[in-house]
């Protein structure tokens, strides 16, 4: 994918994956991806443990323990730069927040106006991904939904994000300050739910895929064609999924 602005206030800067087994989740995507884990960092807001991962000894991601009954899924972060006050601007929206979530305490599960999750992350807190846009880590993050227009409101109302079309693709580009942070693409609802689904950069889409099958997981998605990519949905083996492109030209 292009690439993206990560450092700048109202960018996405983190992601991870919540697992009801962390600890086995670290051994599916350290397989998968050949990350490495730092000690677990206790939770703030419920019990559980967080594993920040790391390629080449620099941050791609991380995984933690999820909250009671909630599903496996991976969680997009946006860095603000006060959460209480995007928190405030989020319900004024038309969104809702959840509640205090992950291993920072200034950190904030929100949905969006259609109900999507996602995550805001306090700026200073921490520097957020330190490797993107290479084989085996973060390439971008796109929101699925049916209502575009009522998505850019809310989104240009958080983070001054604003919309440009894309040629010849299935997606447009979300640009602040003239910079890629994100995807949008429209969805019917019925078969592909609202989500902010997260892509990471492979060097070879059937080999990862066959990968992720060996290792207990499954693919949602069969590598196919797209254009420029080569691309597959993985399910981990607790019902996690997460978009894998290999750049064809």
């Known amino acids: 994918m292009s690439k993206r602005d990560t450092s700048s206030v109202g960018a996405p800067c983190w992601v991870d994956t919540w697992q009801p087994d962390p600890r086995a989740a670290k051994e599916f995507y350290g397989g998968l991806f050949g990350w490495s884990f730092d000690d677990a960092i206790p939770l703030s807001g419920f019990e559980g443990e967080y594993f920040p991962a790391r390629l080449d000894g620099r941050l791609v991601g991380g995984v ?45 599960l929100v949905a969006d106006s259609s109900g999507v999750l996602f995550c805001l992350r306090q700026a200073g807190e921490n520097d957020g991904i330190e490797l993107a846009d290479q084989p085996n880590c973060w390439a971008m993050s796109s929101l699925h939904t049916p209502d575009i227009g009522k998505a850019q409101e809310f989104y240009r109302t958080m983070f001054e994000w604003e919309l440009t079309s894309t040629p010849g693709a299935p997606f447009s580009l979300w640009l602040r ?30 080999d990862t895929a066959s990968r992720a099958v060996a290792l207990g ?10 254009p420029g990519f080569r691309s597959a949905v993985i399910r981990d083996p607790w019902g996690g999924v997460v978009a894998v492109s290999a750049a064809t030209a």
Do not use: I, M, Y
């Open 177 to 206: 300050e003239g910079r890629v942070v994100a995807v949008v693409t429209a969805t019917d609802g019925a078969d592909v739910p609202p989500h902010w689904s997260v892509n990471f950069a492979v060097s070879d889409a059937d």
């Open 64 to 108: 933690g323990q999820a909250p009671p009954q909630s599903p496996a899924g991976w969680l997009t972060h946006v860095r603000v730069g006060d959460v209480g006050k995007q928190v405030a601007r989020a319900e004024q929206a038309g969104g809702r927040r959840l509640g205090a979530f992950g291993a920072l305490a200034s950190a904030a």
């Open 217 to 226: 997981g499954g693919t949602v998605l069969a590598p196919s064609d797209t």
